[in-house]
């Protein structure tokens, strides 16, 4: 293991303490792969940082603010960094590890998944079904205003399964040219457009089964058509009633991006995690696999292709095996994330920001 700083000087409201030295080490877990980092050289993915010794939140805060700089570019290389051992214990402690970092909160307006504040900026993650995987998204990316970065903390393990899958998009970008050429040639000529049919009321029976109401925080249908236009979102109301269901159609969206940090090209998109949705819920809808997915001109879009778009994921996929107490901080436009399906009590939680 390989020191990766030492913190300085307290400053701030932990400075009522006396000040210890703490430290991170660089860990190697099972599972991470080797990337190619913007500069071409190796780097682990994700990077996992532990506290040397027992840790205290108070420590851990303290060590972000003093690195706070050096950590961010981390993140930046490496995509993803997990924290373990940091003397986060409850919602309550996480909102104040989430806050550290110092970024701008960020609203969750336009996401389909079932989610409910717990305290501060932590929210549940996606209240689907546990038997239904969540496959490969880049947050909130069928939207013109995604968030640049999401925290998980793992409050509860599952007993079995449950694990967070997370993609590089550098890495995911690759592999799909060199697998589907033809589809990623498909994204990059015509775009996506994504669809869902909101009912007013949530239904967390569903991974993308967020109402309306909940989904652009409304109190009614001439509030959602507002925020459905800022948006640049197409509404589409079902009946005339003022409690109707809406198909809500995405402006036509890019698939990858070009990232201005690292000039890497990443996947970015919602479409593996659209597909899987649409094949768990149509025998429910009566809708295609397909259903919620278009090309940017408007042709359909072919489920073989989507179906191996999924194991093409599968195939550069990392589980973060989780463990209690574990942070995973991610870089939203260069990481897509999913969660494998689990049994037992698994609680996860979520902190969403804004990019820099």
Same mark, same amino acid.
């Given at each position: 293991m390989s020191p990766v700083a030492e913190s300085s000087s307290v400053t701030g409201a932990t400075k009522q303490s006396p000040h210890v030295n703490h430290s991170f080490d660089e860990l190697s877990i099972p599972v991470q792969r080797s990337l190619l980092g913007p500069d071409g050289s190796p780097v682990p993915f994700p990077l996992v940082l532990a506290s040397r010794g027992p840790a205290t939140l108070e420590s851990t805060l303290r060590y972000i603010e003093d690195n706070g700089v050096e950590l961010k570019e981390k993140l930046v290389k490496h995509g993803t960094i997990l924290f373990r051992n940091v003397g986060v214990e409850t919602a309550v402690h996480f909102d104040a590890f989430a806050q550290a970092w110092g970024?701008?909160?960020?609203?969750?307006?336009?996401? @389909?998944?079932?989610? $409910?504040?717990?305290?501060?900026?932590?929210?549940?993650?996606?209240? %689907?079904? @546990?038997? $239904?995987?969540?496959?490969? &998204?880049?947050?909130? #990316?069928? #939207?013109? *205003?995604?968030?640049? &970065?999401?925290?998980?903390?793992?409050?509860?393990?599952?007993? /079995? %399964?449950?694990?967070?899958?997370?993609? &590089?998009?550098?890495?995911?970008?690759? @592999?799909?040219? $060199?697998?589907?050429?033809?589809?990623? +040639?498909?994204?990059?000529?015509?775009?996506?457009?994504? #669809?869902?049919?909101?009912?007013?009321?949530?239904?967390?029976?569903?991974?993308?089964?967020?109402?309306?109401? *909940?989904?652009?925080?409304?109190k009614s249908r001439v509030e959602a058509e507002a925020q459905i236009a800022a948006l640049k979102q197409i509404a589409h109301w079902l009946t005339p009633d003022a409690d109707s269901p809406v198909r809500v159609t995405s402006s036509v969206l890019p698939g990858w991006k070009q990232d201005p940090r690292t000039n890497q090209t990443v996947f970015f998109n919602s479409i593996s995690g659209a597909y899987s949705d649409g094949k768990a819920n149509s025998v429910a809808t009566?809708?295609?696999? /397909?259903? =919620?997915?278009?090309?940017? *001109? =408007?042709?359909?879009?072919?489920?073989?292709?989507?179906?191996?778009?999924? +194991?093409?994921?599968?195939?550069?996929?990392?589980?973060?095996?989780?463990?209690?107490g574990d942070v995973a901080v991610i870089d939203n436009r260069l990481v897509q994330h999913s969660r494998r399906p689990y049994t037992g009590p698994r609680r996860v939680y979520a902190s969403l920001w804004r990019g820099e």
């Open positions: 970024w701008t909160p960020y609203v969750y307006i336009g996401g @389909a998944a079932p989610r $409910r504040q717990i305290f501060g900026s932590v929210f549940t993650t996606n209240e %689907g079904p @546990a038997d $239904r995987p969540i496959s490969f &998204h880049n947050e909130v #990316s069928q #939207s013109i *205003d995604p968030p640049g &970065h999401i925290l998980f903390y793992c409050d509860s393990v599952a007993e /079995t %399964g449950g694990e967070t899958g997370i993609v &590089h998009g550098a890495e995911a970008f690759e @592999a799909v040219g $060199r697998k589907l050429p033809g589809f990623l +040639e498909n994204l990059r000529t015509k775009g996506v457009t994504y #669809s869902r049919v909101l009912q007013e009321e949530t239904d967390p029976t569903q991974n993308n089964g967020r109402g309306w109401l *909940d989904t652009y925080n409304v009566g809708r295609p696999h /397909t259903d =919620g997915l278009k090309w940017g *001109d =408007g042709t359909e879009m072919n489920a073989e292709e989507l179906a191996a778009l999924v +194991e093409v994921m599968e195939s550069v996929c990392v589980p973060i095996p989780w463990e209690k």
